[in-house]
């Protein structure tokens, strides 16, 4: 067993998620995760997008996934002092 494996166990014990191990133990563990990666290597391989061109449309992915979530706003109601 690596270090890396042993510090993923270590903190699967302590309740870690697995989105929070290092990316080439995930890897290793997490099929979905695999496939994803494998199919980006994949792109990479047939020369269909650059490197860059990956990390932009990740990042592109991130922020539209992100700005069409709805979140709660919670706000705290105080008391009116009067002025």
Known sequence: M??????????WQRGVAPNRLDPDVRYRRDPAFRMLVDMLISQLRQNTYTPTELREAVILAAVIHEST?????????RADDGR
């Open 2 to 11: 690596t270090d890396a494996d042993l510090a993923a166990l270590e903190n």
């Open 69 to 77: 979530v709805i979140r709660p706003l919670i706000m705290e109601l």
